[in-house]
């Protein structure tokens, strides 16, 4: 039995809806998160680093979002969720599965941690913190954003998916960045490419049976 150490509001959640989409059985642990929006300490005793997604199979423990997409998809048969090997398609698949934790999510994180700043310091000095912040966001994070956000639009509006004309675990990588990032980047840009996009993932039955069993994900009610 595979065990998923699933952290409330994470990416936890697309490990689920992998495991969902390849119909294998799993348990799911939940762990919350402390009044500072972190890991409980406990999930130190599952891997050196304490963080979420984690898995357990077979005596295994297999850390890392898309190392532990990479592990199950190669171990339970899940080539119906990759392009066929040697085509276009399987190049932008490769591209995204990187890309989702490579350069969206540091940005996203940077985003979130200054946005946090202000309320973590002492009150008399929330205003500083908060012109630092919100300056470091405008100048620095905003922008890269906004790149990121086109590039996320123009893929998606080539063929309806990330990686062809067909969804794959490239879409499944990509969800908490575009539902974290829609929350995260501002700019008034037309997203209703990636608004139709979250609505076929949303549908997939899969993905509804992972929300059910895990812990809370509010990206999905955005």
Do not use: C
Not at 74 to 85: D, S
Not at 101 to 115: Q, T, Y
């Amino acid at each position: 039995m595979i065990t998923v150490h699933y952290l409330d509001n994470s990416r936890a959640h697309r490990i689920l809806w992998l495991l969902e989409e390849l119909g294998l059985d799993y348990q799911v642990k939940v762990y919350h998160r402390t009044k500072e929006y972190l890991a409980p300490r406990e999930l130190k005793a599952v891997h050196p680093l304490g963080k979420s997604p984690v898995i357990e199979d077979a005596g295994r423990v297999v850390a890392e979002s898309g190392a532990i997409m990479e592990y199950l998809i190669e171990t339970y048969g899940g080539e119906g969720l990759r392009p066929a090997a040697g085509t276009e398609e399987r190049l932008r698949y490769r591209y995204w599965m990187h890309y989702a934790e490579g350069s969206a999510m540091p940005l996203l994180v940077m985003k979130l941690i200054f946005a946090r700043i202000p309320g973590q310091v002492p009150f008399f000095i929330r205003p500083v913190a908060k012109m630092i912040s919100q300056g470091v966001s405008r100048k620095l994070l905003d922008p890269q954003l906004s790149d990121h956000l086109d590039l996320w639009i123009n893929e998606v509006g080539k063929d309806g998916w990330f990686a062809g004309r067909e969804f794959s675990a490239a879409d499944i990588a990509m969800s908490f960045p575009v539902e974290a990032g829609l929350t995260r980047i501002s700019g008034g840009k037309d997203v209703s490419v990636l608004k139709g996009w979250i609505e076929r993932i949303r549908a997939r039955p899969a993905y509804q049976r992972a929300l059910s069993r895990g812990g809370d994900y509010g990206y999905a009610k955005s």
